[in-house]
């Protein structure tokens, strides 16, 4: 008999816990308070873009029991993942309000275990342990990634899963959920799975701010970052990936995960300095694009600028701090008219972006402009006619914030290309 799983939260890395589990033929019971949500959920429809999951939550429809009674949960399962979200507060402390919400409605007793997935901070899992000392406690951090997290979620690198002496029995009903997805499992203490997750985020900002810098100081010595990034990365000690530069991360992970551990550093006394300059080198890095711009162009005043891409990565409709936010906010600041494109991402946009024009093709985005920026590095951006959209524009400018396009088939193509750091 498999293990019938719980499911508390059902955002998006609730929804792909419970499709993924479904998909490896467990029942699932999932539960949101969003009763809406759960209307849709249980008539399959998915009403954020993420590849395969649709599909996943259709094909295995009949394991998977959408409902927002707590209840009912709870007497069909004994593990109760906690998916809920803790967005950050004003102080960029985590707010744990929804999980301690949850932690309310569950019982004391030694039947059950909670199974943080949320990305919490280092301590809070001994804080609800000591709240309800019956209750077993697992944390099991999450590490997919937005566009490719049904694949990440079913083959995953490492899966780490913390817990403290007496709640074995749940954390080894946890490795044997995991077991069969193969990827190592990492069996550690509560504390210290917690602070994988933290520490795991805020290295890889780390790493694309160092490379951020590095471009920034490629480009007044004429290197180009992208070599010094592919002879850099075969070092195995450094490894390849997270050493893209460009524009800065965002997403609804990083930017929070640094922040988090750096006030949970502060908040314990200690001054996480190599975070701050994380932070700052990510803010500056979107600006410097407007810099760009106006070598080409001089004054932004009066000049239409078009974005090629909105969402905070490719392969999202997901629009939280993405870096399209903060240009178009600076574009319209230096008096500039902002029209973007973004393939997925216009309804997602629509509403935090009230004051641009949206097109419905990059085309449509590029004619009469007068510069561009590459704001999300989409498939679809490699194969446009370059030469005929340059030819629309008023003047051709592009600024590529991913390196995305070849600078000399850009040049060739009519364009002056700026890239980051090459
Ligand atoms: C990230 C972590 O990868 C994942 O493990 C965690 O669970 C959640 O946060 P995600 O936010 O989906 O996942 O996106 P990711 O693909 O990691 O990219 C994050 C940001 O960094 C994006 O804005 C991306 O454009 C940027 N990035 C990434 C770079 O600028 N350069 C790089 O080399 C890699």
Redesign the pocket.
């Given at each position: 008999m498999r293990e019938t799983v719980g499911v508390v939260g059902v955002g998006w890395v609730g929804l792909v816990t419970a499709a993924c589990f479904a998909s490896r033929g467990h029942d699932v019971w999932a539960m949101d308070v969003d009763e809406a949500k759960v209307a849709e959920l249980s008539s399959g429809e998915v009403t954020f873009h993420e590849p395969g999951l649709a599909e996943l939550v259709t094909e295995h429809a009949r394991r998977l029991h959408f409902t927002s009674d707590m209840d009912e949960v709870l007497a069909n399962s004994r593990l109760l993942f906690c998916c809920v979200d803790t967005p950050p507060t004003y102080s960029g402390d985590a707010d744990l309000s929804r999980v301690m919400t949850v932690v309310e409605r569950l019982p004391d007793d030694a039947e059950h275990a909670l199974v943080m997935k949320s990305t919490v901070p280092s301590g809070t899992g001994s804080s609800i342990r000591r709240e309800m000392p019956g209750l077993a406690y697992v944390s099991c951090p999450?590490?997919?990634?937005?566009?490719s997290a049904v694949a990440d979620f079913l083959n995953p690198d490492r899966v780490v899963i913390g817990a403290d002496p007496g709640d074995e029995w749940a954390a080894d009903a946890v490795t044997a959920l995991y077991e069969p997805l193969g990827g190592e499992i990492v069996r550690t203490d509560v504390s210290s799975a917690e602070m994988i997750k933290l520490a795991?985020?805020a290295f890889?900002a780390t790493?694309?701010s160092f490379?951020n810098e590095i471009a920034n100081v490629c480009e007044e010595v004429g290197a180009d970052v992208t070599e010094v990034a592919r002879g850099m990365g075969l070092d195995e000690r450094i490894g390849g990936?997270?050493?893209?530069?460009?524009i800065?991360?965002?997403?609804?992970?990083?930017p929070k995960d640094v922040s988090a551990l750096k006030q949970l550093a502060g908040n314990s006394g200690y001054h996480f300095q190599l975070l701050n300059s994380v932070i700052e080198v990510n803010e500056l890095q979107k600006r410097r694009v407007i810099g760009k711009l106006t070598k080409h162009l001089g004054s932004l005043v009066g000049k239409r600028i078009a974005l090629l891409g909105l969402a905070?990565?490719p392969n999202t409709d997901d629009m939280r701090e993405a870096s399209s936010l903060v240009l178009s906010a600076r574009l319209q600041g230096e008096g500039a008219e902002v029209v973007g494109y973004d393939p997925v991402a216009k309804d997602a946009a629509s509403g935090l972006l009230p004051s641009i024009e949206f097109a419905s093709s990059p085309g449509e985005a590029l004619a009469g402009a007068d510069g561009a920026i590459l704001v999300t590095e989409w498939s679809e951006f490699a194969d446009l006619d370059w030469p005929a959209l340059a030819a629309e524009m008023t003047s051709a400018v592009i600024v590529d914030g991913?390196n995305f396009l070849d600078p000399e088939r850009m040049r060739a193509a009519g364009f002056a290309y700026e890239g980051v750091g090459r």
């Open positions: 999450e590490f997919l990634k937005e566009g795991s985020n890889l790493k694309i490379i990936s997270f050493l893209k530069a460009g800065g991360y965002g997403g609804s992970c990083f905070f990565k991913r």
